[in-house]
């Protein structure tokens, strides 16, 4: 990935393409140093990342290299509204004590022992990442955590990052998981479903496996407790933590509408930050004006002032075309081979993944594909399933690769736990690759032997 950046580097400043003249060359230099500036004060965390991405786009805005329409163009609203609605929707939510109930008998069921409790908690986010997006499931499944977490008076940091990997295996598995699979389902007509499911599901659940035990031996010195703390919670009575019972109800009921929204949005053609917005906004019709306050105070509002940035900063790479020459030459590395090809886009989209936003690269990637379809390569089949699962995976690899592990980062922040970049690299980055690496098996043995 480096030496591509390089290539790409060294490419844009010596081309004599007609396509590209001078001023388009000078501006995609600016772009790729603004890039790499940002994302090197985003590493160091000597300034909140907020600041620094939103000064970054602000940035590609100010030096012409993208102009402010365009820039808005690139925000992903749909993302931000999903966000912003969930965020409501569970800040009023958590009022009622529902997320401590859970809490309470989750520990119960695995007697109080926080291995068992960490494995019960990643197998949930797992699945109701597949079933539901992994940024819903996250806000769902973190105040559960620091609940469970803050009554055994243990760091809630290793529960957090096992629930980040997991939400991004298990939003691999469905067209609805993931936004990268979202775009790849509506680009594909033939990719269904059912398809993703068929295709998806049996290698996402072969990673959830293995890294289970993997996790439980990373985490095996800090997620120790008392007997005394474990009893504890075994003689607490979880119904006593339901403090309204009545908004209680109302919550349940908005939730239970906006889950079912979120499995049928294709169907009633509507976006998922529509059928989030429209429950947040529900909720607070049926709770009273004098919940709005509080809840809109609820939303972290750095996370979504740093998506902004992200995404402006992203938008000045693809608008001088830096995202879709990498692209292209990567692609011609292969020869038009299709083992090769699908490794490399597998390997590729992964590693991009990790540091830049996997939507705006997904969105260059699909018409490259289709591209090779004309160039006479006739199975594409394997190419979509690289691009997925490179796409979805590769968030793991760092704190900013995925939506989810930038909104648990931020409510654990919050909490009084940071989890730092290089923290979570330490941890992130070998796991994606030993990810990567089961993909590309898998891939091999399905679609090219």
């Not at 790729?32 to 939103?54: C, D, N, Q, W």
């Not at 009554?151 to 691999?172: D, E, K, Y």
């Amino acid at each position: 990935m480096g030496q591509l950046f390089c290539g790409i580097f060294v490419d844009v400043c010596h081309t004599n393409h007609k396509q590209w003249g001078a001023f388009m060359e000078q501006q995609a230099i600016w772009a790729i140093a603004i890039f790499v500036i940002i994302y090197g004060l985003i590493i160091s965390e000597k300034i909140h990342r907020t600041i620094v991405a939103m000064i970054g786009g602000i940035l590609m805005v100010v030096l012409g290299i993208v102009d402010q329409e365009t820039a808005l163009h690139h925000i992903d609203f749909n993302t931000l509204g999903l966000l912003i609605g969930m965020m409501i929707i569970v800040g009023i939510t958590a009022e009622t004590g529902l997320f401590k109930y859970i809490a309470l008998l989750s520990a119960k069921k695995a007697k109080g022992n926080p291995v068992r409790i960490m494995v019960s908690l990643i197998l949930i986010t797992a699945v109701g990442s597949a079933f539901l997006d992994n940024v819903t499931t996250v806000l769902l499944m973190v105040p559960v955590t620091l609940s469970i977490t803050r009554q055994l008076r243990i760091s809630p940091v290793p529960f957090l990052i096992t629930q980040m990997m997991a939400s991004n295996i298990g939003g691999t598995a469905t067209l609805i998981g993931d936004p990268p699979n979202i775009m790849i389902g509506s680009a594909v007509e033939e990719l269904t479903f059912m398809a993703f499911i068929i295709n998806l599901a049996p290698v996402a659940a072969v990673i959830l496996a293995v890294h289970i035990p993997i996790f439980i031996w990373l985490f095996r010195k800090q997620i120790q407790s008392t007997a005394k703390l474990q009893q504890s919670i075994m003689e607490m009575d979880e119904r006593e933590v339901l403090t309204d019972r009545k908004l209680l109800n109302k919550c349940l009921a908005i939730l239970g509408l906006t889950i079912l929204g979120f499995f049928l949005h294709q169907t009633l053609h509507l976006e998922s930050a529509t059928v989030a917005l429209a429950g947040a906004f529900l909720l607070l019709l049926l709770t009273g004006e004098h919940a709005m306050e509080e809840a809109f105070s609820k939303v972290e509002w750095m996370t979504i002032f740093f998506f902004v940035g992200l995404f402006v900063l992203v938008s000045g790479l693809v608008e001088t075309g830096v995202i879709s020459r990498l692209a292209a030459q990567a692609i011609e590395l292969t020869g038009g081979n299709l083992v090769a090809t699908s490794m490399l886009i597998l390997w590729i989209s992964a590693i991009a993944s990790a540091f830049l936003d996997n939507i705006p690269f997904v969105a260059t990637m699909i018409p490259m594909i289709f591209e090779m379809g004309n160039m006479g390569v006739s199975n594409l089949e394997p190419l979509w399933w690289s691009l997925a699962l490179g796409a979805c995976l590769g968030g793991n690899g760092t704190l900013i690769g995925a939506s989810a592990n930038l909104i648990v980062a931020g409510m654990s922040a919050k909490e009084g736990y940071p989890i730092r970049f290089v923290t979570y690299m330490k941890y992130g980055m070998p796991l994606m690759l030993l990810q990567i690496c089961i993909a590309s098996v898998y891939v091999f043995l399905r679609y090219l032997m």
